[in-house]
């Protein structure tokens, strides 16, 4: 039935411009296929009115969603070629070839195409043309070289024109012996030419060769064996690639002026970028030692001691020419980007450089150009534009995804001003290109729904519910590439979200699943920390106060939450063998020196504590890793130069001077913040005397259970008993034992006999260390370290609980035996013999239960076995 429609129904509302930019694949083909002719002239209108690029980019952006009907429709909005030219370059080749059907043109596929095969049982047939293919290549013996192998190749191709599947699987073998190559060669191939443009190899048998190989050759393009982007690329560079691609009607081939000098401009800036980040890296690296050489500093002392360093003499102009070259980079690529992609297809240089340059674009403050460039190349895999990135498609799924998808995270956050729901959605839409590139789910179920359900985790992320962020980082080591590119935005999502709210310790626990996933899971968190520091180096640029304070109220203290757990897993990870932790030790470093420098920008002086506590941990790890390899051409003179700069007292300078990097390693073993740690060394310089003087005086309080706020009173207490106990405590060091437990225990016996004052204010601060029951342990743990090694450590031990009946000293060893993991086996061991062993342990055992070692059901389960 035929419904009646009104003429008085009022028409819907034409779509704006603004609908279709971001639409979905559906929602872009409903809305055009729903226009009528009026529709379209507004429509027009509009996008005539739209600045030359504005325009340009819808187009781009619509001809990888449309379909061929739909794009057709278009031409009176676009112009007819500017259509026809956007989906030569991104539309798939399915919409691509219907879309020429559809406007008259023809594909090389139609025009090489064999005849239809009747409606039998292909499957069977083409397996059968594949077999007689791979019999025919061999018994031609076409994998040897010979020089007759380009026209045989031909003849077998001639043969069998009608049999798509063997003309297919006829090339691939051809491809893979290296006999293709030789059938394009410059000089003796098919395709070859004379100083006057004719073919070598002519007359009619060379015409009929290269009429068959053509033919097979379109074949293996419409099968999927050859690529229309790989012959696109072999053509640069090989005429007789070309001679082919103009044969099967490929367009957009050959190196053009605007191709060479784009690739020219590319490596120039390229290689300027380089270059000046190179030597931004150099003082970032004296930078990082001379803050390790500095000692403990205070916030307020970091940022100038940091400020200090880089408005040095010849500082500033380094650090600004990275920022100018990285800028200059981006602008260009923002002036020709539509050219630098044409020339992408036309070049497999440029498509190289184009790669190289998105990682360039991300380390330089530029992650969401790079993003929106990687989802243009991407969003299509089967255009001519995603056809020239095949080779690389492994490089540009994998580690630069994530690289760039963490850098555009942090670049969007800072420019909605720490609005995570905005910044989620803006990135959500610089997502969706790729949410049909079914190769980046290729380790997920659901296809498109793992598309979904990423988003849904980084939202739950984005609201402070870091179970969805452990939910990415548990799956890190096994997941998709997509997947992985969305852990890289939901880590820094994550960590505004916990400096917002103070949350920073459950997204440490949510995160250390990155650790279990190797280098890759560190490299992610390093990455994250990377461009953090990077948009703090940005927003310093040009000495715009505003823009750096910022940075500093939305993005250092997220910043200061990623440090954290990048050098956590860096610890955790640093004792094993083959992890390549440069990259992280140097991404630490970045993120060290814009959180000194945050700290003096932020409103009002008032410092987050996360901030403040990142730098600490900061500093400590970059001290456990590169502490040793102080550059010696760093002078003292110039060391303390930045430190008069920071505000450092002068004779505290001088004790710092001597104590270099083993002033971080004391302060943080007695609990000390910079301030304290000063303190102490402006009250005693002696202790700091030099690096040996320092782990005397820590060794010491240590053994005797000092805390953090008795250690300047410890001090003076010493000092009242000996002025010079400094170098007293340095001088014993060689009589001391090699053994823990054994030094302890006689530095405590050093303090009571020769510091009473001292001695007392350690016995009231930590009893336990101190009197019998002490000694009665320390007693247990040297016969344990000297009998628990032994082939017959059980009775050994055993032997000396039925020797030692004191309740302290048993509790210690059963104690020992469980820090070990050796205490069930021991008593296993023990019932064997029964009596005293037997009977020694047992009550060693209740001893243990009453000191709190272990509980009562452990206890009970252990006598069980004694028997």
Do not use: C
């Given at each position: 039935?035929?419904?009646?429609?009104?003429?008085?129904?009022?028409?819907?509302?034409?779509?704006?411009?603004?609908?279709?930019?971001?639409?979905?694949?559906?929602?872009?083909?409903?809305?055009?296929?729903?226009?009528?002719?009026?529709?379209?002239?507004?429509?027009?209108?509009?996008?005539?009115?739209?600045?030359?690029?504005?325009?340009?980019?819808?187009?781009?952006?619509?001809?990888?969603?449309?379909?061929?009907?739909?794009?057709?429709?278009?031409?009176?909005?676009?112009?007819?070629?500017?259509?026809?030219?956007?989906?030569?370059?991104?539309?798939?080749?399915?919409?691509?070839?219907?879309?020429?059907?559809?406007?008259?043109?023809?594909?090389?596929?139609?025009?090489?195409?064999?005849?239809?095969?009747?409606?039998?049982?292909?499957?069977?047939?083409?397996?059968?043309?594949?077999?007689?293919?791979?019999?025919?290549?061999?018994?031609?013996?076409?994998?040897?070289?010979?020089?007759?192998?380009?026209?045989?190749?031909?003849?077998?191709?001639?043969?069998?024109?009608?049999?798509?599947?063997?003309?297919?699987?006829?090339?691939?073998?051809?491809?893979?012996?290296?006999?293709?190559?030789?059938?394009?060669?410059?000089?003796?191939?098919?395709?070859?030419?004379?100083?006057?443009?004719?073919?070598?190899?002519?007359?009619?048998?060379?015409?009929?060769?290269?009429?068959?190989?053509?033919?097979?050759?379109?074949?293996?393009?419409?099968?999927?064996?050859?690529?229309?982007?790989?012959?696109?690329?072999?053509?640069?560079?090989?005429?007789?690639?070309?001679?082919?691609?103009?044969?099967?009607?490929?367009?957009?081939?050959?190196?053009?002026?605007?191709?060479?000098?784009?690739?020219?401009?590319?490596?120039?800036?390229?290689?300027?970028?380089?270059?000046?980040?190179?030597?931004?890296?150099?003082?970032?690296?004296?930078?990082?030692?001379?803050?390790?050489?500095?000692?403990?500093?205070?916030?307020?002392?970091?940022?100038?001691?940091?400020?200090?360093?880089?408005?040095?003499?010849?500082?500033?102009?380094?650090?600004?020419?990275?920022?100018?070259?990285?800028?200059?980079?981006?602008?260009?690529?923002?002036?020709?980007?539509?050219?630098?992609?044409?020339?992408?297809?036309?070049?497999?240089?440029?498509?190289?450089?184009?790669?190289?340059?998105?990682?360039?674009?991300?380390?330089?403050?530029?992650?969401?150009?790079?993003?929106?460039?990687?989802?243009?190349?991407?969003?299509?895999?089967?255009?001519?534009?995603?056809?020239?990135?095949?080779?690389?498609?492994?490089?540009?799924?994998?580690?630069?995804?994530?690289?760039?998808?963490?850098?555009?995270?942090?670049?969007?956050?800072?420019?909605?001003?720490?609005?995570?729901?905005?910044?989620?959605?803006?990135?959500?839409?610089?997502?969706?290109?790729?949410?049909?590139?079914?190769?980046?789910?290729?380790?997920?179920?659901?296809?498109?729904?793992?598309?979904?359900?990423?988003?849904?985790?980084?939202?739950?992320?984005?609201?402070?519910?870091?179970?969805?962020?452990?939910?990415?980082?548990?799956?890190?080591?096994?997941?998709?590439?997509?997947?992985?590119?969305?852990?890289?935005?939901?880590?820094?999502?994550?960590?505004?979200?916990?400096?917002?709210?103070?949350?920073?310790?459950?997204?440490?626990?949510?995160?250390?699943?990155?650790?279990?996933?190797?280098?890759?899971?560190?490299?992610?968190?390093?990455?994250?920390?990377?461009?953090?520091?990077?948009?703090?180096?940005?927003?310093?640029?040009?000495?715009?106060?505003?823009?750096?304070?910022?940075?500093?109220?939305?993005?250092?203290?997220?910043?200061?939450?990623?440090?954290?757990?990048?050098?956590?897993?860096?610890?955790?990870?640093?004792?094993?063998?083959?992890?390549?932790?440069?990259?992280?030790?140097?991404?630490?470093?970045?993120?060290?020196?814009?959180?000194?420098?945050?700290?003096?920008?932020?409103?009002?002086?008032?410092?987050?504590?996360?901030?403040?506590?990142?730098?600490?941990?900061?500093?400590?790890?970059?001290?456990?890793?590169?502490?040793?390899?102080?550059?010696?051409?760093?002078?003292?003179?110039?060391?303390?130069?930045?430190?008069?700069?920071?505000?450092?007292?002068?004779?505290?300078?001088?004790?710092?001077l001597f104590a270099g990097e083993k002033a971080h390693e004391v302060a943080a073993d007695l609990g000390l913040d910079a301030k304290e740690f000063q303190a102490l060394i402006a009250a005693h310089p002696e202790i700091a005397e030099s690096p040996g003087h320092l782990a005397a005086f820590a060794d010491l309080a240590t053994a005797a259970g000092i805390p953090s706020d008795q250690v300047q009173g410890f001090a003076d207490a010493l000092a009242r008993s000996n002025p010079n106990f400094a170098w007293d405590l340095f001088g014993i060091q060689s009589a001391l034992p090699t053994s823990p437990s054994d030094r302890d225990a006689m530095l405590r016996d050093?303090?009571?006999?020769?510091?009473?004052?001292?001695?007392?204010?350690?016995?009231?601060?930590?009893?336990?260390?101190?009197?019998?029951?002490?000694?009665?342990?320390?007693?247990?743990?040297?016969?344990?370290?000297?009998?628990?090694?032994?082939?017959?450590?059980?009775?050994?031990?055993?032997?000396?609980?039925?020797?030692?009946?004191?309740?302290?000293?048993?509790?210690?060893?059963?104690?020992?035996?469980?820090?070990?993991?050796?205490?069930?086996?021991?008593?296993?061991?023990?019932?064997?013999?029964?009596?005293?062993?037997?009977?020694?342990?047992?009550?060693?055992?209740?001893?243990?239960?009453?000191?709190?070692?272990?509980?009562?059901?452990?206890?009970?389960?252990?006598?069980?076995?004694?028997?």
């Amino acid at each position: 039935m035929n419904a009646q429609v009104s003429a008085h129904r009022p028409f819907d509302p034409p779509p704006a411009v603004d609908t279709l930019q971001g639409a979905s694949r559906d929602a872009a083909n409903a809305a055009v296929a729903g226009m009528d002719a009026a529709a379209i002239d507004t429509l027009r209108s509009d996008v005539q009115a739209l600045p030359a690029s504005e325009r340009q980019g819808l187009l781009n952006e619509l001809v990888t969603r449309l379909d061929a009907g739909n794009l057709t429709r278009l031409h009176d909005v676009f112009g007819q070629d500017a259509v026809a030219s956007a989906v030569d370059m991104r539309a798939p080749a399915d919409v691509r070839e219907a879309y020429q059907a559809t406007s008259g043109g023809t594909t090389s596929a139609a025009s090489t195409a064999g005849p239809a095969l009747p409606p039998m049982d292909i499957a069977r047939i083409e397996a059968q043309q594949r077999q007689r293919a791979q019999d025919d290549f061999a018994a031609a013996g076409l994998d040897t070289g010979a020089i007759s192998g380009p026209y045989q190749l031909s003849e077998l191709a001639r043969t069998h024109a009608t049999e798509p599947a063997y003309l297919a699987e006829l090339v691939r073998l051809a491809d893979d012996a290296d006999l293709l190559a030789s059938v394009v060669a410059p000089l003796h191939g098919l395709y070859s030419r004379d100083a006057g443009g004719a073919y070598a190899f002519g007359g009619a048998d060379g015409d009929a060769a290269r009429e068959a190989m053509t033919h097979a050759l379109g074949v293996a393009v419409e099968r999927g064996v050859l690529s229309e982007g790989g012959i696109r690329h072999a053509a640069a560079d090989n005429a007789g690639w070309a001679d082919v691609a103009g044969r099967l009607g490929i367009d957009n081939v050959g190196r053009t002026q605007a191709s060479s000098d784009a690739a020219t401009t590319l490596e120039s800036l390229g290689k300027d970028y380089d270059d000046a980040k190179k030597a931004v890296d150099k003082l970032d690296e004296e930078l990082n030692t001379f803050l390790l050489r500095a000692g403990p500093l205070t916030p307020e002392q970091q940022a100038d001691f940091i400020e200090a360093f880089r408005s040095a003499e010849g500082h500033a102009e380094v650090y600004a020419a990275e920022i100018e070259a990285g800028n200059a980079l981006a602008q260009y690529v923002e002036q020709h980007r539509d050219a630098l992609l044409d020339s992408a297809i036309r070049d497999p240089a440029v498509a190289q450089q184009v790669v190289d340059m998105l990682g360039r674009l991300a380390d330089s403050g530029h992650g969401e150009m790079a993003l929106e460039l990687l989802s243009e190349i991407g969003a299509a895999p089967t255009s001519a534009l995603g056809e020239a990135f095949a080779a690389h498609a492994e490089t540009l799924q994998g580690e630069l995804f994530e690289r760039i998808s963490s850098a555009a995270a942090v670049e969007i956050v800072g420019k909605h001003e720490g609005d995570l729901d905005a910044a989620i959605a803006e990135l959500k839409a610089l997502f969706e290109p790729f949410k049909d590139a079914h190769s980046l789910f290729k380790n997920l179920k659901g296809g498109v729904d793992s598309f979904v359900e990423g988003f849904r985790l980084l939202e739950q992320a984005g609201d402070g519910n870091f179970d969805a962020l452990k939910k990415l980082a548990d799956g890190f080591a096994d997941a998709s590439p997509f997947q992985r590119a969305l852990s890289a935005a939901g880590v820094v999502i994550g960590a505004v979200k916990a400096a917002e709210n103070g949350s920073d310790g459950q997204y440490l626990e949510a995160v250390q699943g990155f650790a279990s996933a190797g280098e890759s899971g560190l490299n992610l968190l390093a990455g994250a920390t990377k461009h953090f520091a990077d948009a703090g180096r940005l927003a310093q640029y040009g000495d715009d106060a505003a823009r750096f304070a910022a940075f500093a109220t939305r993005l250092a203290p997220a910043l200061g939450v990623v440090a954290s757990a990048t050098s956590m897993v860096l610890n955790a990870q640093k004792a094993g063998e083959n992890h390549n932790v440069g990259f992280a030790i140097a991404a630490i470093g970045d993120a060290f020196s814009v959180m000194g420098s945050a700290v003096s920008a932020f409103p009002g002086g008032q410092v987050p504590g996360v901030l403040v506590n990142a730098i600490g941990t900061v500093i400590s790890t970059l001290g456990g890793f590169i502490g040793d390899a102080i550059d010696k051409h760093q002078t003292r003179e110039e060391l303390r130069g930045y430190l008069e700069a920071a505000g450092v007292a002068p004779d505290v300078i001088e004790q710092m001077l001597f104590a270099g990097e083993k002033a971080h390693e004391v302060a943080a073993d007695l609990g000390l913040d910079a301030k304290e740690f000063q303190a102490l060394i402006a009250a005693h310089p002696e202790i700091a005397e030099s690096p040996g003087h320092l782990a005397a005086f820590a060794d010491l309080a240590t053994a005797a259970g000092i805390p953090s706020d008795q250690v300047q009173g410890f001090a003076d207490a010493l000092a009242r008993s000996n002025p010079n106990f400094a170098w007293d405590l340095f001088g014993i060091q060689s009589a001391l034992p090699t053994s823990p437990s054994d030094r302890d225990a006689m530095l405590r016996d050093y303090l009571e006999a020769n510091y009473p004052q001292a001695f007392e204010l350690a016995k009231a601060a930590s009893p336990e260390l101190f009197g019998d029951a002490a000694q009665q342990r320390e007693n247990a743990r040297a016969d344990y370290e000297r009998d628990g090694a032994s082939p017959s450590f059980e009775l050994a031990l055993a032997n000396n609980l039925i020797r030692n009946d004191d309740p302290a000293y048993r509790a210690e060893m059963i104690g020992l035996l469980a820090r070990d993991g050796r205490l069930e086996m021991w008593v296993d061991h023990l019932a064997g013999y029964g009596g005293k062993w037997a009977e020694a342990a047992a009550s060693a055992i209740d001893d243990a239960v009453a000191a709190g070692v272990i509980d009562r059901a452990t206890a009970d389960s252990l006598k069980t076995t004694l028997g």
